[in-house]
C-alpha cells in the first residue's frame, strides 16, 4: 500500500451535525479546505443559509440541511434527501450538542432529557440513518464528539458528563456493531475551547485562570488544533483504529 495519501479526504461527503456552531464550522472548513464535500446542519434556517452563502462564496463544495437531531422523522428525511441530492454519505460527524448547567439536585427533568436527547440519542439516530448505506458500500467513518466529561466529572454539569461518557462507550458499541462492515468508528475528545457553549466559562475570570493553571499547555484549545484528529479519523489513516477516543486537551486529562 503506498502511504503518500493516507490522509486524503478530498472527494468525500462528510456530514457534520451543529456544524453552524463554533466547532462544528471549524471541523467543516477544514474538511472543505482539504477537498471535502461538506453537508452543513443546525436547527437554525437563517444562521445556516449564511454560513451556506460563506463557504460557497469561498469556492466550498457545501449543502446545507437543517434538522433537529434528536427527531427521528426528521433526520431519516433529511439523510434520504441528501443521499439522493448529494450522494452516500461516507463520514459522519456527531458534533451537534448543549449544555444545561445546574446544581444536579435541583435539575429538572425536561432539562435532563434536551441533554441526553442532543448529545447522546442523537448520535444514535443520526448514526442509524446513514450507516445504512455504509453498509450498503462496505466502508465509512462515524466520529462522535465527546470531551473531558467522557472521562472527568465537574460541578453543575452531570447530566451534559452522563452524555458525553455515553458517548464513549456509544463510540466502543457501535465500532463493536459495524467493523465487520468496514466502518470505523471513533470519537474526538476536546479539551476547553471559546465557542458559544463555553461563553459563560471564558466570560469568568475565575474559571479561565482555574483553566489555564490546571491545563499543562495553559491555554484554551483553538478549533483548528482538532483538525489533524478529525482528518486522520475521516481518511484511511485510520482504517484499523476503531472504537477509539482521541483526546485533543493540552494535556489535561495526563495532568492532576
Ligand atoms: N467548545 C468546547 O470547548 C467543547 C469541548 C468539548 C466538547 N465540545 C462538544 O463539541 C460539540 C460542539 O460544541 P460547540 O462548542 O461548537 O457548541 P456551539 O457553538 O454551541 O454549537 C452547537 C451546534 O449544535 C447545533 N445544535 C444544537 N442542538 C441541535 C439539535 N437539536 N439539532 C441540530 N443541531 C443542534 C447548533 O445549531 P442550532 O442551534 O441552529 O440548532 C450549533 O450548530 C458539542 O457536542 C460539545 O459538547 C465542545
Redesign the pocket.
Known amino acids: 500500500m503506498r502511504t503518500d495519501n493516507l490522509f486524503n479526504v478530498s472527494g468525500k461527503i462528510v456530514l457534520i ?10 471541523f467543516a472548513k477544514g474538511m472543505a479546505e482539504n477537498g471535502a464535500v461538506v453537508i452543513l ?4 434556517t437563517e ?2 443559509k449564511t454560513q451556506l452563502q460563506q463557504f460557497q462564496e469561498w469556492g466550498f463544495k457545501a449543502y446545507g440541511y ?6 427521528s422523522e426528521q433526520i431519516n428525511n433529511a439523510v434520504e434527501q441528501i443521499i439522493s441530492e448529494v450522494g452516500i454519505i461516507d463520514v459522519l460527524v ?6 444545561i448547567r445546574a446544581p444536579l439536585e435541583v435539575y429538572e427533568d425536561i432539562d435532563w432529557e434536551k441533554v441526553i ?3 447522546l440519542t ?1 448520535a444514535f439516530k443520526v448514526s442509524r440513518a446513514v450507516v445504512k448505506k455504509m453498509i450498503e458500500q462496505k466502508s465509512g467513518k462515524i466520529i462522535n ?5 467522557s472521562e472527568l466529572g465537574r460541578a453543575t454539569i452531570a447530566a ?1 458528563a452522563a ?2 461518557g455515553g458517548i464513549k462507550m456509544l463510540t466502543r458499541a457501535m465500532a463493536v456493531d459495524w467493523a465487520k462492515y468496514n466502518i470505523q468508528v471513533n470519537g474526538i ?10 461563553k459563560p ?1 471564558y466570560e469568568n475570570p475565575e474559571f479561565d485562570a482555574w483553566l489555564c493553571g490546571r491545563t499543562p499547555s495553559n491555554r ?2 483553538d ?1 483548528d488544533e482538532l483538525l489533524g484528529a478529525l482528518i486522520y479519523l475521516s481518511s484511511a489513516a485510520s482504517n484499523y483504529t476503531n472504537g477509539q477516543m482521541i483526546y485533543v486537551d493540552g494535556g489535561l486529562l495526563a495532568a492532576i
Open positions: 451535525t451543529g456544524s453552524t456552531g463554533g466547532l462544528g464550522s471549524s446542519n443546525g436547527r437554525n444562521k445556516l437543517a434538522f433537529d437531531v434528536t427527531d456527531n458534533n451537534a450538542g448543549i449544555n436527547a442532543t448529545n442523537a464528539i465527546g470531551s473531558m466529561q451534559y452524555s458525553k475528545g476536546p479539551g476547553y475551547f471559546k465557542t458559544d457553549l463555553t466559562l484554551w484549545g478549533p
